[in-house]
């Protein structure tokens, strides 16, 4: 139902006749300014988000911050539909895969330039290849997130596993086997099906280069993607992962398993900017760098934004909004207040600020820097596209749930890879 309504809600757009207030120059508000920011978190980021808009409040008394905030459920769908509806927030935090998505449908954000924020605190590449629609930038990335692997290290060793292992795709299978093999509730991974689709996602990306790419064509072929599905059935048949009938109740919320909060399962994939929620209350993590086949045209580790802050273009107060973005980006007070709410800064300044106040912590340095040394090539904008992800989900969950042999898996996934990507 929920993709029904973001389908429905996208073709809307797709008319373009709600962007059009968007494209023109919204008349400012007199007198006191009130500014609405909308974005996705958990209380980790919510309270020092309130408290740099307290800040800046504080230093700005003619303008009203008001914030609109929950968790990732459901983000998407509300974006989509305020947007249609001209209700959007005036500063939005939106997930890097719908930049382009959004952007497409016609002037939905402000464009930036460096006479509104010192755009030189950022990587001129990154803002490129990340935050960029048609060489216009849309938004800033609220930090540099990479995918990150997390090892419970005692869990490992109780298990006859070496916690210093330099992980292989082979001797994920080998070595994983040992804890379920010693114990029938406990497993390698934590990996629910969505988090099984980015292992895939990798695993093509070294073999073939990416699932789509940026010619709108599926890059690998019938017998690369009976290869992997061969290999993650290994995955299932050596008891690496659990059943998806246990892990999908826990669908883009793997940290909330309770065999993974009980210490049942002793590896995650994650990103940096969610590491430490989603490790939680568990000890004895430290981080691992990914596999990576020999040969391997592309990693497949991803490097992005946490997420990007944009301005809707619609909005009453747009000058104001881009200082708000400023100051949270580059004001020494709001950087230490914020932390590491979305993750190792992107801005320059915000990591030497944080550096210095001993904010960084080692781990997720080193996992960062783990992650850059092997980040491959950004994915295109049409393996990020959402029905392109849905496609590759489907076809996973079908697999996972042992309705689709690997042969068959690779068959179906590039048939209905081909048809979503001519509707595009």
């Not at 973001?6 to 300014?33: C, N, Q």
């Not at 988000?49 to 230093?59: I, V």
């Not at 992980?167 to 379920?180: D, H, L, P, Q, Y």
């Amino acid at each position: 139902m929920k993709r029904m309504l973001v389908l429905l809600l996208i073709a809307v757009l797709a008319v373009g006749t709600v962007f059009a207030a968007g494209s023109k120059e919204a008349a400012k508000e007199d007198g006191p300014v009130t500014l609405r920011l909308s974005w996705w978190g958990g209380d980790s980021r919510h309270t020092p988000t309130l408290a740099a808009m307290d800040a800046y409040m504080a230093k700005n008394p003619n303008v009203k911050l008001e914030g609109e905030y929950g968790g990732w459920d459901g983000y998407y769908q509300k974006i989509v539909t305020q947007i249609a509806g001209g209700t959007a927030a005036d500063i939005i935090q939106i997930d890097q895969p719908w930049l382009a998505e959004l952007s497409s449908k016609g002037d939905v954000f402000t464009v930036i330039d460096n006479s509104m924020v010192d755009l030189s605190e950022f990587d001129a590449a990154f803002l490129e290849n990340y935050c960029s629609y048609e060489g216009k930038l849309m938004g800033l990335p609220t930090g540099t997130n990479v995918n990150t692997f997390v090892v419970d290290t005692k869990m490992l060793s109780d298990f006859g596993i070496d916690p210093n292992t330099k992980w292989t795709w082979e001797n994920i299978v080998s070595e994983g086997k040992k804890i379920n093999d010693q114990d029938s509730t406990r497993y390698f991974s934590g990996a629910t099906p969505d988090i099984l689709r980015y292992w895939f996602e990798i695993y093509i990306a070294q073999l073939a280069g990416s699932v789509v790419d940026s010619n709108k064509q599926v890059a690998f072929t019938q017998e690369q993607g009976a290869e992997a599905f061969r290999y993650f059935q290994r995955w299932i048949d050596e008891d690496i992962i659990a059943p998806f009938s246990q892990t999908s109740l826990f669908y883009q919320k793997f940290q909330e398993n309770p065999d993974w909060i009980n210490g049942k399962m002793a590896t995650a994939w994650t990103w940096v900017s969610s590491m430490d929620k989603d490790i939680g209350a568990r000890e004895n993590f430290e981080t691992r760098q990914f596999p990576v086949m020999d040969g391997a045209v592309n990693t497949g580790i991803l490097m992005r934004p946490s997420q990007i802050f944009v301005v809707n273009n619609n909005s009453k107060n747009k000058d104001e909004a881009i200082k708000l973005l400023d100051y949270l980006f580059t004001d020494a007070e709001a950087i230490e207040k914020l932390g590491l709410a979305r993750g190792i800064p992107s801005a320059a300044i915000g990591r030497s600020v944080l550096a210095e106040k001993g904010m960084i912590s080692e781990m997720a340095e080193k996992a960062t820097n783990e992650g850059i040394a092997q980040a491959g090539d950004p994915q295109s904008v049409y393996q990020m596209n959402s029905e392109v992800m849905q496609v590759m989900q489907d076809v996973i969950d079908e697999f996972g749930f042992g309705r689709l042999t690997p042969e068959e898996a690779s068959t179906k996934l590039i048939k209905n890879l081909e048809a979503t990507l001519a509707s595009l």
